[in-house]
Structure formats: C-alpha cells, structure tokens
C-alpha cells in the first residue's frame, strides 16, 4: 500500500480504489514502455520515477518494455542507452521485454480478428484513405474494400507477411465504425508493409503492427495491471479497450489505462524528432550535449540521479499539461550538490596579483575546509605564494562605494589565507590590468586566532597559486533557448530560439588537489558555481562542465527585462510631453535600447499584444517593439499585427500614425502591406488636422510608390 502519511495523487488513489473493489495486491504490476527511436529526456525521467515509484511504494513488480514496431526509426543504440539512464536514475526492472517478442502472438491475433470479420486488408493509397476517414465535424465512409470477403483477407494478410506487396500496397484495418466521433475508432491502421530490417528480428517480419495495435496487447500479455500513459493518449484509450474486447480471457487480469499531464520543461524542448534535429543539424555536440534535455545530458553536465528523482518528486503528477520553469529543476541540483560537493578553488578569468611584501620562493600549505554542509568531509591543504590568479572582475581600480571587492587602497580576504590591501596596478600598451600589486598583513592568516586575523573586512577573494595552479579548460553552459517555450508558436521554427550563447569556453586555472579529479566528479567553484568533470578529460588536459551557478541568474535577467519593459512604458508618455524633436528622438534612443536588450521573445510578445489598445501611449509602444526589437513583424501573431496597424493608423496622435506608416513601409511582405492601401489612400487624402509635415511627407512617399 502506499504510504499514509503523504496525501495521494490522482493517480495513487486510481490504484487504492481498484485494490477496495477486489483487485489483490499481488496483480499489481506497472511498466515503464520507451520506444527505442532516440534518447530518453527529463520528461522521460518523471514517467520513470511515476511507475517505478509506483512499484516501490507498493512492493510490485516493474517491466522495461520497449515498443520497438517500428524498425524504421529504432536502433539497439537507443535501446543500450535507455536501460543506462534507467539504472543510473536508480531503478531495477522486474523483466526486460519486447513488443517484438509478441510479433508471433500479435499475427495470430489479428488472423483471428479477420476472422471473426473485425478486421480487413484495405488497398487504397493513403491520399485516398484521408479523404474516406473524414473530419472530426464529418463522418467518415467506408472503404471500397471493407467488404472484402474473410477468405480474401486472409490471403492478402499472409501474402503481406510473405513479403509479396511493396511498402504502401495494402494496410490491414482495424473494422469498428466509420462515423464514430473518435477519429481513432474509424477503422485504425493494425499493420502496415515494411521491407526493412528490425534491431532484434533481422528481416523475419516484412509486416509490423502499429503502436495501439501492439501496446495493449503487450500490457495483457505481461499482465500489467496499470498502463499509464500521458494526456495525448487518452483519445487512444476507447482503441486500447476495443483491441482488449476482442482477445480478453475471463481467466486473467484486464489491464487499464489510464492518462497523465506531460511536464513540460521551460527553455527546453523534449520532443524526440526536435532532438533529433538539434543533434543532426549539429546545434548541439550529440545526444549527450550538456545543454540537451536529454538524461544523458544532463547527466554529463552534473546532474545526480538523486535531483532528477527529487525534481519529479517535486512537480509531482497532474491532470494538465503545463510548463515548469527550469529554476526548479536547477533548485533540485543546487539542494543536492551543495550537501555532497567539495569546495574547491579556481579563476576562469584571471588577472596576475602579485604580493609585493611576501618573500620570494616561500610557500605555504594552508588548510581549507572541504565542506561545511558536512562535517565529515575534512580538510585538505591549498599552496599560497607571491603570485596568485584573481578574478579579472574582483578587482577595479576606481570603484563606487558598494564594490566590496579588490580596489586600490582597500583590504579585503584571501579565502583560507591573508588580508590583502590594493597598492598598484601595471597596464599594457592598451591599458589593460596586467598585474595588481598588493601587501599582506602578516599577521593576518584565517583560523590562525590572531587579533589581525579576526578584523572585519568588506570581501572574500577565491585564487589559486600561479605556481601551483592547473589550467583547464572549462566549458560555461547556458540555456540552450532563450525563450521559455520555443516550440510553442505555430508560426515560428522552435530553432529560432537557439541560444548563441548557450556555450562559451574559456581556459581557467584551477587548485593543484583536482589533478586525480575523475569524469562525473562534482565540485563548486567557490563563489563561481558547481562544476563537474567532463568525459572528454584525461590527466594532461581537465576538462569542467558547469552545471549551475550559485544563483539563478535567468531570474535575475527575467526581472531585469520586466522592469525594463515597465520602465519603458513610463517613459513613453514623455514623448508626448516634451516640445522639440531632439527631446523626442532621445526618449525613442533610450526606449528603443531597452528593447533591443530583451531576449525573451514571449515577454515581446506578451507585452506587443497587451499594449493594442486605444491608448497612444500603448499603440506607440507596440510600434517601438515592432522597430527596435531583434524580430520581425511577422515573427509576431499575425491577427495582432492587424489589429496594431489597423489602430495606430486610426490613432488621434500624429506620432503613432507616423510610427506606424515607417514600420508598415520597412515590412518586406508586399501582400501584408496591400491590406491596408485603403487606409493610407484615406490619409493622404484627407489628412487629419494634427498631422505633422513628417507624416505627410511619408504617405506622399508610401502613395506614389
């Protein structure tokens, strides 16, 4: 039974209330079903923990099943990586299966269902089958061929086993009823022709059985109590019950199916094709990419299989689909990582310092803590030297009040070591910090109890000894989209949405205690982040994947963008305020800027769609977007864009009229434009009382043209 003390999900409470109608303990029995045609990703993940769980939670068993029927798109590739992620994420499946293992029953079932005349070889082309199916507002017909006689079918079935027909000759179809408001019930596909040869059963087969076909007759031949599936496959579910109605024996258990929310992940796609196509078209580095979704992925840029477990935990199982943002799925690693990753030191982008007063040639080993999140994770020992790495950005060498880092004249800390006081600095020919020239308070060292070593100073520095220091490369990975949900417009190609950014590789150099650092080891980068070892690493050359950084810096940007938007909005009613032209272009410069620096093309959006309104302070906005945004006008809703034109052209103000006719004349669509000839012709003809010479100068322009 689950456990009492937590509350059940819908799910939980499907199976509690199966067990009080008389359904025993001991039939309970779930699954896990990939189909093996690409890597798993983190929604995968949440499924694997919602059945494995399961079995967990009340002592049941768990199959692996693989809906391998389709060789077309399946590969044994996939097949070794899924039971990877499977056992990495934790879990052991009670038995490993195939739906190709029941290709042999599947056909004897589907003769039977020929012949009892509830199934039947269709030989129109597939142009002509869409037609005959019908709309979801109009009933199908029946197909010319539906009426063919069992012997007939049977023939054609087996001459189709045989390998006697090419690919698209005949289908064998499911005869249930053509007029049925379920699309999926208007005689379904069962089998299809294909020469092609499978990952486990070479080219045995020449026919193979479609997914509702196989999956819940695979579920009835495991005896699996529960099949759960997500929310796209709850049309499918009256399918499921028709297939079982015709091979169900009184004398065993009847599986049910039963649907779920997908959990859609923000800056993310997990569509197995769009994967595919990022792999493909060489926008990530394979499948494993540490900016994919994938659980390979993950798993290589540091991820633990213990956050990826809490994280489906956490989101928990719904009844609707819905987009969880990414921060809590870095929340999940940040929890984990800070409790088991040592703290160690590295500079990723280092400036020289140079302790002037500490003697040349001398050395120390100070001692550092490995963790203070555990105490047992002891100390190790750190060199410190004359010459260390900093940060670049940890020192300035005028700095405002509220930088409580490096500046000249200021102390700050070395971490584990000496108060430091800025005293000089040496530049390039260009003017470029070379070197940073401190002293040191020699009495100053931490944990040593000295008065010096407990004064209050305004910063902690990380560095490592220049001496001692190990380059490495390191690789800075971001958010693979810049928009929360990139594959969410219909009229937009979800690879608009790569990030540019999404990878920056820089060398660092790092403390001498990682020179034994293996792959998938995890680390945080004091004051930097928690960063893993990279497969790609060897003892000349490491190698770091940054996982996440201490912060949620998407927060902070998101917040940044908002109030940029919101201050915008405030500016704009300056525009109308102010008397001269210079006034207005400046007000238009700034605002203008502030758009261009937004990267979230859904916060645009949002903000374009909610400023189409009789203000003219809105509509100007709105056409500002439209100008200084890095998107197009038909990059936007397209009804939107209409209604934006067909206002501002309407507009009491000289100032969005004119906003409005540049931004129609930049658009390249001439069919786009043409729509609103009517209303530019009216202008021009009738100028309103406040139009400004600039827009009449322009509708001169956009008339005669």
Same mark, same amino acid.
């Given at each position: 039974?689950?456990?009492?003390?937590?509350?059940?999900?819908?799910?939980?409470?499907?199976?509690?209330?199966?067990?009080?109608?008389?359904?025993?303990?001991?039939?309970?029995?779930?699954?896990?079903? @990939?189909?093996?045609?690409?890597?798993?990703?983190?929604?995968?993940?949440?499924?694997?923990?919602?059945?494995?769980?399961?079995?967990?939670?009340?002592?049941?068993?768990?199959?692996?099943?693989? %809906?391998?029927?389709? @060789?077309?798109?399946?590969?044994?590739?996939?097949?070794?990586?899924?039971?990877? #992620?499977?056992?990495?994420?934790?879990?052991?499946?009670?038995?490993?299966?195939?739906?190709?293992?029941?290709?042999?029953?599947?056909?004897?079932?589907?003769?039977?269902?020929?012949?009892? #005349?509830?199934?039947?070889?269709?030989?129109?082309?597939?142009? #002509?089958?869409?037609?005959?199916?019908?709309?979801?507002?109009?009933?199908?017909?029946?197909?010319?061929?539906?009426?063919?006689?069992?012997?007939?079918?049977?023939?054609?079935?087996?001459?189709?086993?045989?390998?006697?027909?090419?690919?698209?000759?005949?289908?064998?179809?499911?005869?249930?009823?053509?007029?049925?408001?379920?699309?999926?019930?208007?005689?379904?596909?069962?089998?299809?022709?294909?020469?092609?040869?499978?990952?486990?059963?070479?080219?045995?087969? *020449?026919?193979?059985?479609?997914?509702?076909?196989?999956?819940?007759?695979?579920?009835?031949?495991?005896?699996?109590?529960?099949?759960?599936?997500?929310?796209?496959?709850?049309?499918?579910?009256?399918?499921?019950?028709?297939?079982?109605?015709?091979?169900?024996?009184?004398?065993?258990?009847?599986?049910?199916?039963?649907?779920?929310?997908?959990?859609?992940?923000?800056?993310?796609?997990?569509?197995?094709?769009?994967?595919?196509?990022?792999?493909?078209?060489?926008?990530?580095?394979?499948?494993?990419?540490?900016?994919?979704?994938?659980?390979?992925?993950?798993?290589?840029?540091?991820?633990?299989?213990?956050?990826?477990?809490?994280?489906?935990?956490?989101?928990?199982?719904?009844?609707?689909?819905?987009?969880?943002?990414?921060?809590?799925?870095?929340?999940?690693?940040?929890?984990?990582?800070?409790?088991?990753? @040592?703290?160690?030191?590295?500079?990723?982008? @280092?400036?020289?310092?140079?302790?002037?007063?500490?003697?040349?040639?001398?050395?120390?080993?100070?001692?550092?803590?490995?963790?203070?999140?555990?105490?047992?994770?002891?100390?190790?020992?750190?060199?410190?030297?004359?010459?260390?790495?900093?940060?670049?950005?940890?020192?300035?060498?005028?700095?405002?009040?509220?930088?409580?880092?490096?500046?000249?004249?200021?102390?700050?800390?070395?971490?584990?070591?000496?108060?430091?006081?800025?005293?000089?600095?040496?530049?390039?020919?260009?003017?470029?910090?070379?070197?940073?020239?401190?002293?040191?308070?020699?009495?100053?060292?931490?944990?040593?109890?000295?008065?010096?070593?407990?004064?209050?100073?305004?910063?902690?520095?990380?560095?490592?000894?220049?001496?001692?220091?190990?380059?490495?490369?390191?690789?800075?990975?971001?958010?693979?989209?810049?928009?929360?949900?990139?594959?969410?417009?219909?009229?937009?190609?979800?690879?608009?949405?790569?990030?540019?950014?999404?990878?920056?590789?820089?060398?660092?150099?790092?403390?001498?205690?990682?020179?034994?650092?293996?792959?998938?080891?995890? =680390?945080?980068?004091?004051?930097?982040?928690?960063?893993?070892? #990279?497969?790609?690493?060897?003892?000349?050359?490491?190698?770091?994947?940054?996982?996440?950084?201490?912060? %949620?810096?998407?927060?902070?940007?998101?917040?940044?963008?908002?109030?940029?938007?919101?201050?915008?909005?405030?500016?704009?009613?300056?525009? =109308?305020?102010?008397?001269?032209?210079?006034?207005?272009?400046?007000?238009?410069?700034?605002?203008?800027?502030?758009? *261009?620096?937004?990267?979230?093309?859904?916060?645009?959006?949002?903000?374009?769609?909610?400023?189409?309104?009789?203000?003219?302070?809105?509509?100007?906005?709105?056409?500002?977007?439209?100008?200084?945004?890095?998107?197009?006008?038909?990059?936007?809703?397209?009804?939107?864009?209409?209604?934006?034109?067909?206002?501002?052209?309407?507009?009491?103000?000289?100032?969005?009229?004119?906003?409005?006719?540049?931004?129609?004349?930049?658009?390249?669509?001439?069919?786009?434009?043409?729509?609103?000839?009517?209303?530019?012709?009216?202008?021009?003809?009738?100028?309103?009382?406040?139009?400004?010479?600039?827009?009449?100068?322009?509708?001169?322009?956009?008339?005669?043209?």
């Amino acid at each position: 039974m689950a456990s009492e003390e937590k509350s059940l999900n819908f799910i939980e409470q499907i199976i509690e209330e199966d067990v009080k109608s008389g359904l025993s303990n001991t039939k309970l029995r779930f699954r896990f079903p @990939p189909e093996p045609n690409g890597y798993l990703h983190i929604g995968h993940a949440s499924s694997i923990a919602l059945n494995f769980g399961l079995g967990i939670d009340y002592q049941s068993p768990v199959n692996l099943r693989f %809906d391998d029927t389709n @060789p077309e798109k399946e590969e044994q590739e996939f097949v070794d990586a899924i039971k990877k #992620d499977v056992e990495w994420l934790g879990y052991t499946w009670a038995e490993e299966c195939y739906a190709s293992d029941y290709f042999q029953q599947l056909y004897d079932w589907a003769v039977l269902l020929i012949k009892k #005349d509830k199934a039947y070889v269709d030989s129109q082309s597939s142009e #002509d089958m869409a037609i005959q199916k019908g709309t979801p507002t109009t009933p199908g017909t029946d197909s010319p061929y539906r009426n063919r006689s069992v012997e007939e079918n049977l023939d054609l079935f087996e001459r189709m086993k045989n390998g006697e027909f090419e690919a698209g000759t005949h289908i064998l179809r499911a005869k249930i009823d053509m007029k049925s408001t379920n699309m999926l019930m208007r005689d379904p596909i069962m089998y299809r022709i294909l020469h092609k040869e499978h990952h486990r059963t070479g080219d045995a087969w *020449k026919i193979y059985p479609m997914y509702d076909w196989a999956h819940g007759q695979s579920d009835y031949l495991e005896q699996i109590s529960h099949s759960f599936c997500t929310l796209e496959f709850l049309p499918h579910r009256e399918l499921y019950d028709w297939f079982l109605d015709q091979i169900f024996d009184d004398n065993k258990l009847r599986p049910k199916q039963r649907e779920f929310a997908r959990r859609n992940l923000s800056h993310t796609v997990v569509s197995k094709r769009k994967l595919q196509q990022l792999v493909k078209e060489k926008h990530v580095n394979g499948w494993d990419d540490p900016r994919m979704s994938t659980i390979s992925g993950l798993r290589r840029r540091g991820y633990t299989a213990a956050s990826l477990r809490n994280f489906a935990n956490t989101i928990g199982i719904a009844k609707r689909d819905n987009l969880i943002n990414v921060s809590v799925l870095e929340f999940c690693i940040r929890e984990d990582l800070n409790k088991i990753a @040592p703290r160690v030191m590295a500079v990723l982008d @280092p400036v020289k310092l140079v302790i002037t007063n500490y003697p040349e040639g001398k050395e120390e080993w100070l001692e550092a803590e490995n963790n203070q999140e555990d105490e047992n994770a002891g100390f190790r020992k750190v060199p410190f030297s004359r010459e260390l790495y900093i940060e670049r950005e940890d020192f300035l060498e005028e700095a405002p009040a509220k930088f409580f880092r490096l500046t000249l004249g200021k102390e700050v800390r070395l971490k584990n070591a000496y108060i430091i006081k800025g005293e000089s600095v040496i530049k390039d020919e260009n003017g470029n910090i070379t070197e940073i020239h401190v002293t040191y308070d020699t009495d100053s060292l931490s944990g040593s109890g000295t008065e010096a070593s407990q004064r209050k100073v305004s910063g902690t520095l990380h560095w490592v000894s220049i001496q001692h220091a190990l380059e490495a490369e390191v690789r800075l990975y971001d958010r693979l989209f810049t928009d929360e949900a990139p594959d969410s417009y219909k009229d937009k190609n979800f690879l608009d949405f790569v990030n540019p950014n999404s990878l920056e590789i820089v060398t660092g150099y790092v403390e001498p205690s990682l020179a034994t650092a293996q792959n998938e080891d995890k =680390f945080q980068f004091q004051r930097l982040g928690y960063f893993t070892v #990279d497969k790609d690493s060897t003892p000349s050359k490491l190698v770091f994947n940054k996982t996440v950084g201490l912060k %949620d810096a998407w927060e902070e940007k998101g917040k940044k963008e908002e109030n940029s938007i919101n201050n915008s909005l405030k500016d704009i009613n300056k525009y =109308f305020k102010v008397e001269t032209k210079p006034e207005r272009i400046a007000i238009e410069s700034a605002i203008g800027e502030n758009i *261009k620096n937004i990267s979230s093309f859904s916060l645009l959006q949002n903000s374009l769609k909610k400023n189409i309104n009789n203000n003219k302070a809105s509509l100007l906005f709105s056409q500002f977007i439209l100008k200084y945004s890095n998107w197009k006008s038909t990059d936007f809703e397209e009804e939107d864009i209409k209604k934006l034109y067909s206002m501002s052209l309407k507009s009491e103000s000289t100032y969005v009229r004119s906003k409005a006719l540049l931004n129609l004349r930049d658009i390249e669509s001439g069919s786009f434009k043409n729509q609103f000839d009517d209303e530019i012709l009216k202008l021009y003809s009738n100028p309103p009382k406040n139009a400004s010479e600039r827009e009449i100068e322009i509708l001169s322009e956009m008339v005669k043209k």
